[in-house]
């Protein structure tokens, strides 16, 4: 790696436990470390090549320099300065100091010395720092909290919001601070707020970062400013995350495990997914999404509760924190033991790191990782780049950094990000009277917040509450509505004819050629029971059938049947009374449906068998059964004499509305179920 710290590359990655000292011996070209728990001292070559053991049982190595041929160590527990021979390891001694106590690391000083080599930041115009990346190449470096301007060599002071800045809740106060700077952490008040802070945002874009107390109040703080606004009370929230350019806010609701979404503006709340069980929430600007964990599932929806997808399914239990790296395109969850990373591109998530308590924030800043500890007064962090070289136990090395919490309270931390607006701020010129959020092409879309329905004008931004859209002057009638009516009207119609088609088809498919239908309703009440009373018959053609049409309710006496005829002697057929005819002849819709249901609902009872050996009956007046189907209209498995009725006829071989004859000399009318 260049000074500049340009062109990294491992070296050196696999079977280190704990490297404490490094040196590099330039007459050689070779490096040399410390293992202090292997208790061992190696060398390589530059780019790690020619790997061997110099020293081993090396009495707990620590800090290491090369001089001439000899490498010389320090023993962290004996309090030894010892050497061996750099080549062998051979000839391992004490050397005399006049210093008695623990020695920790190693520097070699060789004075003056004479070098051909030229120092490429000699006379270079770079304001503050210049560090060689080659043998002729410099670059020109700031320190931190500016920026290397236009020129490329003057620094200027960076504006406060792209500051690398951790901001941690600590009771009421939150603090700004730089846990990676060495030295002793300077924790800077940016804000107060009325009650204990149980959430924040993961994220503090152009100075505003988003808390909630635990008295129900939701406050935006101002970090530069360093105050705070309260925006919305009596919320109940364990877990907040904040679209900074759209201006909203997404919070998990316990009362009613829903997702809900807030207005920063015109504080007007949505109800975004109803879940299960919510644990943790985290909007993601980039791609425009809301990812949430709800029981064991990591999902993701659009900030207004459309497309849901599951990202990753059996995740650990009681899941307490979510977070996405914009440069790894991954995301991280926690519980209680672990850490986790899960990649859109895997199939499943592996523990990252070891956590001693259950994380109540995470937050990712460029190469790190942050949260903080149930229970703890630290904050912790992991360098992701370590994850890339690193092979031990697949767990990246914790860092943390102890803080003074006096009242032992709950830390929660956000993290400074750059704010970058995809949308190019979309929504500030759309004018949503409730919410606004940012769709695929970067067009803003209002959105209603619960109970208002958005009013149909040319605009579609406002929206009303449903008390006042129920009355029908304020929602007038749109294209679109009537359509709706008529698709709605239409389907009705469909449905209603299909189901009636498919009755009818049940009913006449078992119909063969030549079978005939009678309808009767079996005794008349108006005659005595030594009387049976046919209806007459009506003939219906109907495609390839000839079906006799018995209506019921009128009949005609059938005391006696008409004496057997020849084939010469033609009977004619019972006439139709007068009140049927009438009825048939009533004009009108409602006659019309009427006829049509009673031809339809009754039962098809019996046939006209034709044949020779037909047995007739000269009088119906002893017949005890009824040709009328009983109540539950099942088929009668036998036929008897008295579940039968006649009707002789004999003519001529045709089928007529009024009549029936044909050219034998005897007809049976009986029941054929």
């Given amino acids: 790696m260049s000074q500049d710290g340009r062109s990294s590359m491992p070296v050196v990655y696999e079977n280190l436990n704990e490297p404490k000292g490094i040196f ?49 160590w320090t023993d962290f527990d004996h309090f030894v300065l010892r050497s061996a021979n750099k080549f062998t390891g051979d000839d391992i001694k004490p050397e005399e100091l006049s210093y008695h106590g623990r020695m920790n690391s190693l520097a070699l000083h060789l004075g003056h010395v004479k070098s051909d080599l030229q120092d490429p930041c000699a006379d270079n115009p770079c304001s503050h720092l210049c560090l060689p990346s080659g043998p002729k190449d410099y670059t020109c470096m700031c320190p931190d909290g500016m920026y290397v301007g236009h020129d490329g060599s003057t620094c200027n002071n960076l504006p406060s919001s792209y500051e690398n800045k951790v901001l941690v809740s600590m009771g009421s106060h939150i603090y700004s601070l730089s846990p990676q700077h060495l030295g002793t952490i300077n924790l800077e008040t940016v804000g107060v707020e009325s009650d204990i802070v149980v959430a924040t945002s993961a994220f503090s874009v152009a100075n505003k970062a988003v808390v ?100 990753a399914s059996h995740l650990p239990k009681d899941v307490s924190a979510v977070s996405y790296s914009e440069d790894e395109d991954c995301y991280y969850f926690s519980d209680k033991y672990f850490i986790y990373k899960f990649k859109t591109d895997q199939l499943s998530y592996v523990d990252l790191v070891r956590v001693g308590g259950r994380p109540l924030s995470l937050a990712v800043q460029n190469q790190y990782l942050y949260w903080t500890e149930e229970g703890s007064s630290a904050v912790f962090w992991a360098d992701l780049e370590e994850e890339k070289f690193s092979e031990l136990d697949g767990h990246l090395h914790v860092f943390y950094q102890e803080l003074k919490n006096p009242g032992n309270f709950d830390l929660h931390l956000s993290v400074t ?41 040319d605009s579609y931004t406002s929206c009303q509450d449903i008390s006042a859209a129920l009355d029908t002057k304020n929602v007038p009638l749109t294209s679109d509505h009537i359509t709706l009516i008529a698709v ?21 498919k078992n119909l063969n050629p030549m079978e005939f239908i009678n309808r009767s309703f079996g005794m008349s009440p108006s005659k005595s029971g030594a009387v049976q009373e046919m209806s007459p018959v009506q003939t219906v053609k109907t ?57 339809f609902r009754d039962p098809k009872m019996s046939r006209i068998d034709c044949g020779e ?43 007529e509305s009024d009549d029936i004859s044909v050219d034998s000399d005897l007809v049976q009318l009986v029941n054929k179920f």
């Fill in 24 to 72: 590099v011996d330039e007459t050689i070209d070779r490096i040399f470390w410390t293992d202090s728990a292997n208790n061992l001292i190696e060398s390589a070559n530059l780019d790690g090549s020619d790997r061997r053991e110099v020293v081993r049982d090396s009495y707990d190595p620590y800090g290491i320099v090369v001089f001439e041929d000899r490498v010389y």
């Fill in 212 to 311: 909630a107390t635990v008295d129900g109040k939701l406050a935006i703080v101002h970090t530069d400013w360093k105050t705070s606004n309260i925006i919305a009370e009596g919320m109940i929230m364990t877990s907040l995350t904040h679209d900074n350019h759209n201006g909203n806010i997404f919070w998990i609701d316990t009362a009613d495990n829903t997702i809900k979404m807030m207005s920063e503006v015109t504080k007007r709340v949505r109800k975004v997914v109803h879940c299960l069980e919510p644990l943790a929430v985290h909007y993601i600007y980039s791609k425009n999404l809301v990812v949430y964990v709800d029981a064991d599932s990591l999902l993701a929806t659009k900030p207004d509760g459309q497309q849901i997808h599951l990202l």
């Fill in 417 to 457: 990000k750059v704010p970058i607006d995809y949308s190019m701020q979309a929504c500030s010129t759309k004018y949503c009277s409730d919410l606004c959020m940012v769709t695929e092409e970067n067009h803003a879309h209002c959105l209603c917040g619960d109970d208002r329905l958005m009013i149909f004008d």
């Fill in 488 to 508: 709605l009207c239409a389907t009705v119609l469909l449905v209603s004819f299909l189901f009636c088609f498919g009755c009818c088809y049940v009913r006449r």
């Fill in 543 to 599: 495609g390839s059938l000839n079906e006799v049409y018995n209506p019921g309710y009128y009949s005609l006496s059938l005391s006696s049947c008409p004496p057997l005829a020849s084939s010469n002697t033609p009977v004619s057929a019972p006439k139709f009374s007068a009140s049927f005819r009438a009825e048939q002849e009533r004009d009108g819709i409602i006659p019309g449906i009427i006829r049509s249901i009673r031809k």
């Fill in 613 to 655: 050996n037909s047995t007739s009956y000269e009088s119906l007046a002893g017949a005890k059964g009824s040709s009328t189907p009983n109540s539950l209209r099942r088929r009668m498995e036998t036929i008897e004499e008295k579940d039968s009725a006649c009707s002789l006829y004999s003519g001529q071989n045709s089928m």
